[in-house]
């Protein structure tokens, strides 16, 4: 395995802004859903068991199948509102743009999600899916702690303290997902949908979802 490509494509200073991004974090912040350490580790891990590893974890697998063009298509179908789906575009179309200019080449699609260009980089880069899987996990976990460090607003050592728990529920979570079967997967989060379609026009706010 190519580790230093894997860190490199997990690392927050990959050029893609996922920094701008909050995932519908902000809005359960501003609704005080998320208010604390406790609060904050509680919605960004059940967004990670319900949501993440239900519905995106086993498209970012699929990828590795060459099947872009229909993962991809029900990929974007299961973002519930116009800002997740426009965050997993931009960050997919950054990615992509970066992979050209480096040489890697481009993922054959006119919107390509974030997982789906990750998932291209993985593969020429021979990245196994399952380690590429638990770094793209993990890039998402940090993002999202960054975010509520930045939005609750939390301690460094608290961040760190939910980052070290949440990094042992991915390696839990990891057998879940790759014994994962079609009929397994489905995306069901309403808090979240509820809260980021909130967000679209919540008066005053840090994050572009």
């Given at each position: 395995?190519?580790?230093?490509?894997?860190?490199?494509?997990?690392?927050?200073?990959?050029?893609?802004?996922?920094?701008?991004?909050?995932g519908?974090?902000?809005?359960?912040?501003?609704?005080?859903?998320?208010?604390?350490?406790?609060?904050?580790e509680?919605?960004?891990?059940?967004?990670?068991?319900?949501?993440?590893?239900r519905m995106?974890?086993?498209?970012l697998?699929a990828?590795?199948?060459?099947?872009?063009?229909?993962?991809n298509?029900?990929?974007?179908?299961?973002?519930?509102t116009?800002?997740?789906?426009?965050?997993?575009v931009?960050?997919?179309?950054?990615?992509?743009?970066?992979?050209?200019?480096?040489?890697?080449?481009?993922?054959p699609?006119?919107?390509?999600?974030?997982?789906?260009a990750f998932?291209?980089?993985?593969?020429h880069?021979?990245?196994?899916?399952?380690?590429?899987?638990?770094?793209?996990l993990?890039?998402w976990?940090?993002?999202?702690?960054?975010?509520?460090?930045?939005a609750?607003?939390?301690?460094?050592?608290?961040?760190?303290?939910?980052?070290l728990?949440?990094?042992?529920?991915?390696?839990?979570?990891?057998p879940?997902?790759?014994?994962?079967?079609?009929?397994?997967i489905?995306?069901?989060?309403?808090?979240?949908a509820?809260l980021?379609?909130?967000?679209?026009?919540q008066?005053?706010?840090l994050?572009?979802?």
């Amino acid at each position: 395995m190519n580790l230093s490509k894997l860190l490199q494509l997990a690392s927050p200073a990959l050029p893609v802004g996922a920094y701008s991004y909050s995932g519908g974090l902000e809005a359960a912040v501003e609704a005080g859903v998320v208010k604390d350490a406790a609060s904050a580790e509680c919605w960004i891990g059940d967004v990670l068991e319900f949501s993440v590893v239900r519905m995106e974890a086993p498209m970012l697998l699929a990828f590795f199948s060459g099947d872009f063009v229909e993962t991809n298509a029900e990929f974007l179908a299961s973002r519930e509102t116009a800002e997740l789906r426009a965050e997993t575009v931009q960050m997919g179309y950054s990615l992509n743009r970066l992979l050209k200019d480096l040489g890697v080449g481009e993922v054959p699609l006119q919107e390509p999600s974030f997982p789906a260009a990750f998932a291209f980089a993985a593969a020429h880069w021979k990245i196994e899916p399952e380690a590429a899987l638990q770094a793209y996990l993990w890039a998402w976990v940090e993002n999202q702690v960054m975010a509520a460090v930045k939005a609750v607003p939390l301690g460094q050592t608290d961040g760190q303290k939910i980052l070290l728990s949440l990094g042992e529920e991915i390696s839990m979570l990891m057998p879940k997902i790759l014994s994962m079967k079609d009929e397994d997967i489905g995306n069901f989060a309403p808090g979240l949908a509820l809260l980021s379609s909130r967000h679209e026009t919540q008066y005053s706010r840090l994050f572009r979802s």
